[in-house]
């Protein structure tokens, strides 16, 4: 009768007296906190499963694997992120409009730290991760600032640009919103308050937009 009721177990369910399986807002939550602080390859399957307080065959079970439940984990965070992003506006003036996408996305960074830092780790792994992330995220974020681009371009607004040189213009900055640590030693303040934090991301884009939009220099490749 004892393996009748093993085996009827749902996968992930603890037996009793095992501490009760957190929902999944919370195991998403622990994940992205993993992967983040430890990198995808040391976030091991034991060491999640030690976070979560559940059995080692927990993520298994419930996911499939560990890849399948970065992705999870990443769809929860970034999905909930790419949702935040502003809509495109046609009545807008294209340079504003490049300003409140990149502004969102640095003051969306500063709110979830944990996302960014996953993000920007996977940026120099090719891996399928990259892949996923780039299919699922990177490409239709950029694709919400190509149309704005190519009038600003068109309208002598804006020197040509790559598209590789344009990414790695806007995504480096967001440290400036998530290295808290190397910030307060270059003298921002220990505490920070959320109107402090937009006028941080006002300010990155500011100098991103402004920079994009100065002409005087070729964005052409040699």
Known sequence: MGADTESARRPG?????TPAVPDEANILLRGLEAFAELGYDHASAREL??????????????????????????????GAQLA???????????????RQI???????AADAPLVARLFVDELN????????LYEHYIAPTLQTMVSSI??????????????DVLFFAVIP???????????????????????QQAAIAESLAALVINGLLATGGSGARS
Do not use: C
Not at 102 to 108: A, D, E, K, L
């Open 102 to 108: 990149i502004t969102s996305f640095y003051r969306t």
């Open 173 to 195: 900055p967001v440290g400036g919103m998530v290295d808290i640590p190397l910030a307060r030693r270059l003298g921002r303040p220990e505490s920070v308050t959320p109107q």
């Open 13 to 17: 369910r603890p037996g009793a007296g």
């Open 49 to 78: 499963a030690r976070r979560l307080g559940v059995s080692h065959n927990f993520i298994n079970d419930r996911y499939g694997s560990k890849a399948a439940f970065w992705r999870a984990v990443v769809d929860s965070a970034l």
């Open 125 to 132: 792994r090719d891996t399928e991760r990259l892949e996923y």
């Open 84 to 98: 935040r992003m502003p809509q495109v506006d046609p009545a807008l003036d294209d340079a504003e409009q490049l």
């Open 150 to 163: 190519e009038r600003l371009v068109a309208a002598g607004r804006m020197a040509p640009v790559p598209l």
